[in-house]
């Protein structure tokens, strides 16, 4: 199934390039419209699959960083996160709820977004706020181009209305990452 493949694709972006790259390289990424317009338009099955986790991961991320960083600016994007994408996925519940889609999305970060979860437990000080900034950027990246794919080509209704109306924000999020990794 193409699910779980679409789903390790998006964590192993966040596992590998965000914490390999200097901050300085992220901030010089594609702008939104061009991440947009290079989108592919994912499955219901596979959006499904990926948003959730996505947003459950930025707010993890971010709590932990209200926890770990002593840097004010790392901390009020944090909080930013946490408020913003508490309320992204009130409103996938809510669009999921009248979808119809007869998926379930999954429970938790999965072993990959966990796995990221991990070694920012284990990092300090400078160390991650590089990483988390680094997570964040590659995470609102891939994010982008999901809801951007979706939003453009997606089969079920709702869940196309959901994904346009939301990519805004995470767009607005992603010049952030990259204003915060500056």
Do not use: W
Request: proline letters at 7%; charged letters at 15%.
């Amino acid at each position: 199934m193409r699910v779980p493949f679409i789903r390790s694709i998006f964590a192993a972006l966040l596992l590998t390039a965000p914490l390999a790259l200097p901050t300085a390289a992220l901030a010089a990424g594609p702008t939104p419209a061009e991440i947009a317009a290079a989108a592919s338009v994912p499955t219901t099955a596979a959006f499904v699959a990926t948003a959730p986790a996505a947003n459950a991961f930025e707010i993890a991320s971010s709590r932990l960083a209200l926890e770990k960083s002593q840097n004010p600016a790392v901390r009020a994007f944090a909080q930013k996160m946490i408020t913003d994408h508490t309320m992204i996925g009130e409103h996938f519940v809510a669009a999921f709820g009248k979808a119809g889609t007869g998926l379930t999305p999954p429970d938790g970060l999965g072993p990959e977004l966990g796995a990221i979860m991990d070694k920012l437990q284990g990092e300090t000080g400078a160390a991650f706020d590089k990483d988390y900034i680094a997570a964040q950027t590659k995470g609102h990246q891939a994010a982008v181009g999901l809801f951007a794919g979706y939003a453009k080509g997606g089969d079920n209704a709702v869940l196309k209305a959901f994904a346009a109306d939301t990519l805004p924000m995470i767009e607005m999020h992603l010049e952030m990452c990259y204003a915060l990794g500056s």
